[in-house]
């Protein structure tokens, strides 16, 4: 078995602050996403990458970045965070992309101030 | 317009009942996977059923692509069976996204 790893687990920001979350995979999985939950609402893609240095965007990457530096982490960056913003960004991996079993990590819980 | 339908939007049973928890479609497919989340919890995958029928436990899964549908039946429901539960669907011709539904929040009273 694996297991991914997300930091921090609670993020508090401030109006406008860059924002840097990080996920690490050991399951040597090729595919890695994040995503976005709000209250009452589906999980969004925000991006994906299908290997090491690869950059995908999802439905929602305005207002984020991410790197795939190693094939085992996957960053995202959210470049100015918006007053009272309140979401879970989940990461997930996959061995390939096909729509392929997803595994995911506990969650980053942001609050902007 | 929402291409994944859940329903219903939220449930609660009494221990031991059953549960049947839908998820429609509104364009062709050619995955499908259900989760589960406690409150504050990670997603969990349940089942990867892109067709047909798969059984763990109490829970069974059956997507039927042709009729754009999948269930998820919950038997002998227990407390600990309460979370929100999540569809996702991966659509033809597009490789690596998934659209998840909006979710079904059970709730299981002892």
């Known amino acids: 078995g694996g297991i991914i790893t997300q930091t921090p687990k609670f993020l508090i920001g401030q109006e406008g602050q860059k924002l840097t979350l990080k996920c690490q995979q050991n399951?040597?999985?090729?595919?890695m996403y994040w995503y976005r939950q709000d209250s009452g609402k589906g999980l969004r893609l925000i991006y994906y990458?299908?290997?090491?240095?690869?950059?995908q965007k999802g439905d929602l990457s305005e207002g984020y970045d991410a790197s795939r530096e190693k094939k085992s982490s996957f960053s995202l960056t959210v470049t100015s965070a918006q007053k009272n913003e309140m979401a879970v960004f989940l990461c997930?991996?996959?061995?390939?992309?096909?729509?392929?079993?997803?595994?995911f990590g506990h969650g980053t819980k942001l609050s902007v101030l | 317009g929402q291409q994944v339908q859940q329903s219903p939007a939220s449930l609660v049973l009494q221990e031991g009942e059953n549960a049947e928890l839908q998820c429609n479609f509104s364009t062709s497919l050619n995955s499908m996977q259900w989760f589960y989340q406690r409150p504050g919890g990670s997603l969990v995958s349940l089942f990867y059923?892109?067709?047909g029928t798969k059984q763990s436990g109490r829970l069974t899964s059956t997507t039927v692509i042709k009729e754009r549908r999948s269930s998820l039946h919950i038997s002998s429901s227990q407390t600990t069976d309460s979370g929100t539960y999540l569809c996702a669907m991966g659509l033809s011709g597009s490789f690596n996204k998934l659209t998840f539904g909006a979710g079904t929040r059970l709730a299981v009273c002892p």
């Open positions: 059923n892109p067709s």
């Open positions: 990458s299908i290997t090491e240095n690869d950059l």
């Open positions: 997930a991996s996959s061995m390939g992309g096909n729509n392929e079993r997803l595994f």
């Open positions: 399951f040597n999985h090729d595919t």
